[in-house]
Each structure stands twice: as structure tokens, then as C-alpha cells.
């Protein structure tokens, strides 16, 4: 077979030696949540003196042109590269066997790459299976899930089996852990009638906010709750966190932790952004700091990053950050071991019934 000789790319401006950054900024579906990565990256950036200028690449389209562009900011001299952010995207240039330089694509993938190839991102799967390792640290072994109808809620509901079950995982202390229903709500509760407070027994949630608090209401408050980062709106949305009320999540520092030491160095959106967009904006100042350690040659399995997304290590060519445990309380989304937060009485005249919280997120009724 006849090897294929790829025509040399052309520079579109003097070469010079600089990190390219490339975003699908100017994509109406994708815009705003490139841009939130853009400020976070450069919220880092000009925190910190680097020898590289930034030069940000956005005129192109993650689904068809992500690897022309990339040989584009190559032969424009670039040193490093961070991006492309979409999967499809990410995956067509994990598909290329030529990364001439460190390239931190901002996504996760799984299998064999070009060795100068990293991989940075939010997977949600891997909040499921932290929850799942939370939920066994509680002392729990058996397990309802109830999704809704979407991809994203199949996709959590996948990795959370996975590590509640898995065959050198399932037994603990000479119990089995096991799956005791699988519920998907489709706005009918009637499929909750029937779920009774059993001891040792937790409920995983994947769903976001939206449906969450749909829910919440039909599961008995001595059922402890664990879900995802994807319930979590930030503590503004006050009626919203009520409703939540006892439910256990992970998420990460920059959202829950203001006073973490890496989160007090860097500024703030401006405007603020939505919490789905502060997390864009924080994979964006740690994606900085970790193409700075690739750069040196500080990136090996050993590293740990104190990153504003979660402690980050690197496993294979995949950067993973470990989300922190938290908790609704009394409207307020709170560090689950930190004290309980002064009850806001929201409605002149209104009583709140809801206790103090055990360890697995149950309510401890008191006189």
C-alpha cells in the first residue's frame, strides 16, 4: 500500500513560538462554553509570567476542520497546544499519529495515542463512580437508581453500576452490594409508591436540578441520596437547593470550596457565569497550569496537581480530577463535614422541619 504524503502546511503569519489555544468560539451552539474556558485560561495566564504568548485559534468547526486547524497553529509556530473541546473533535485528532508537540486536547479518551497526546475534561462518569465509592465509604450495599429518559442520565447510570458492582468490588464485610430497582421517571411518581426506607439501602439520582427536585419529594428523607454534579446550580438558586434538601453530590472546589488556597488566587468571571460555565472556567485556569508542567517535562504518573477542579493526577495519557464530597442543607450546598449553615428562614412565619444530617445524608429528627 502506498503511503500517504500529507502537502506541507503553509504558515499564515510570521512562525513564532507561542501555546495555541483552540476554541469553537465563534460556533452559535458551542460559543459560550468555549468562552468560558478562554477566561478561565486566561484568568491563569495572567496570573502567572510565562515565556509563551497565548494565541487563540477560533474560526473553525470541531465536527470537520479540528485537524486542519491544529497543523495550521504547527506550522504557525506554535509549542504547545490546548484544545480541541468537543469529543467529536477531540477524537478526530486522537486519530492522527503525528502530535509534533504537547498537545492537552480537552476531553477524555480512552486507548492507545501519539506519545506528546493528553487528555483533560469533566467526565460526569467518573462522578458516578465516586459517588459509588462514597456510598460504600457510608457503609451502604444495595442501591436504587432512578434515571430519567436521556443519554447523559444512561451514561451515569452505566458508570455507577460499574463501580457498585464490579466483581473485585461487591462484597463487603460478607455482604453482596447489588442493585435492588432501577426506576426511570418519566414525570409519572407513581413509580415511586412503592419504595420502602430499608436499612443499608441508598438511592443514586441521575438526573440534573431541574428533575432532581421533581423527585425529591416522593423518596423518604430516611433514604440517604447521593447524585452527581449535574444537581448542582449554585447556592444563589436558594428555592432550588431547598427542595434538594439532604441530597449528597460531588463537585468541585472552585464551586464549593471559595476559600480553597488554588481558588483564592484567581479571579472571577465578570459577569458571573452559570455553574455549568464556572466549571468550563475552571477546566480552563487548571488546563493552563497542566500544559505548564507538560511543558517542563513535570507531568508523570507521580504528579498531583492541587488543581481548582479537584486533585489531579495523571493516569495514562488522561489528567483525572477528584471532585470533593458535599451536601444540601437548609437551601446551601456546603462541604458534607462542615457545620450546618444558620437556617434562612425564606417566608415570614415559616417553620423548617429539616434536622441536622448524618454521614450518609439522613435527616436526625430532634425535639
Known amino acids: 500500500m502506498p503511503i500517504e504524503i500529507k502537502p506541507a502546511v503553509l504558515p499564515t503569519e510570521k ?7 483552540l476554541l469553537p468560539l465563534q460556533s452559535a451552539e458551542l460559543g459560550s462554553f468555549a468562552d468560558a474556558v478562554q477566561q478561565g485560561f486566561f484568568a491563569a495566564a495572567n496570573y502567572k509570567r510565562q515565556l509563551l504568548p497565548v494565541r487563540v485559534y477560533s474560526n473553525f ?23 480541541p473541546l468537543t469529543r467529536n473533535g477531540v477524537s478526530a485528532l486522537a486519530a492522527e499519529h503525528d502530535i509534533p508537540v504537547p498537545t492537552l486536547a480537552l476531553n477524555i479518551m480512552e ?20 459517588v459509588a465509592q462514597l456510598a460504600k465509604q ?10 430519567t429518559h436521556t443519554q447523559l442520565s444512561q451514561r451515569l447510570q452505566a458508570a455507577f453500576e460499574e463501580e457498585w458492582t464490579g466483581t473485585d468490588k461487591g462484597v463487603a464485610n460478607g455482604i453482596e452490594r447489588g442493585i435492588l430497582r432501577e426506576i426511570e421517571y418519566n414525570d409519572d411518581p407513581a413509580v415511586f409508591a412503592d419504595i420502602a426506607d430499608i436499612n443499608d439501602t441508598m438511592v443514586f439520582l441521575a438526573a440534573d436540578a431541574e428533575r432532581a427536585r421533581l423527585i425529591r419529594p416522593y423518596l423518604s428523607n430516611k ?21 434538594l434538601n439532604g441530597i449528597r453530590f460531588v463537585d468541585m472546589p472552585w464551586l464549593l470550596q471559595p476559600d480553597h488556597p488554588a481558588v483564592m488566587i484567581y479571579p472571577r468571571a465578570t459577569p458571573p457565569l452559570s455553574a455549568d460555565r464556572e ?7 487548571d488546563s493552563f497550569r497542566l500544559i505548564q508542567l507538560i511543558l517542563a517535562n ?40 462542615a457545620p450546618a ?7 415570614p412565619g415559616q417553620s423548617n422541619n429539616t434536622g441536622p444530617l448524618n454521614n450518609t445524608g439522613q435527616v436526625i429528627n430532634t425535639p
Request: charged residues 10%; aromatic residues 10%.
Open 223 to 243: 433514604l440517604p441520596v447521593y447524585a452527581t454534579s449535574q444537581i448542582f446550580v449554585g447556592n444563589d438558586n436558594v428555592l432550588t437547593n431547598y427542595d
Open 61 to 83: 468547526d470541531e465536527n470537520s476542520s479540528v485537524v486542519a486547524v491544529y497543523r495550521q497553529a504547527i506550522a504557525n509556530g506554535a509549542r504547545a497546544v490546548v484544545g
Open 341 to 347: 449553615v444558620p437556617t434562612a428562614q425564606m417566608f
Open 279 to 285: 466549571r468550563l472556567y475552571a477546566l480552563g485556569i
Open 138 to 147: 457510608h457503609g451502604l450495599h444495595q442501591a436504587i437508581i432512578i434515571t
Open 298 to 337: 513535570k507531568a508523570n504518573s507521580a504528579m498531583s496537581l492541587d488543581g481548582v477542579s479537584g486533585q489531579i493526577q495523571l493516569s495514562g495519557h488522561n489528567f483525572q480530577h477528584q471532585a470533593i464530597p458535599a451536601v444540601f442543607a437548609q437551601g446551601h450546598a456546603q462541604l458534607h463535614d
Open 111 to 130: 486507548g492507545q495515542f501519539a506519545p506528546q497526546l493528553y487528555f483533560f475534561g469533566m467526565a460526569v462518569e467518573a462522578e458516578a463512580r465516586q
Open 15 to 21: 512562525p513564532f513560538p507561542h501555546i495555541a489555544l
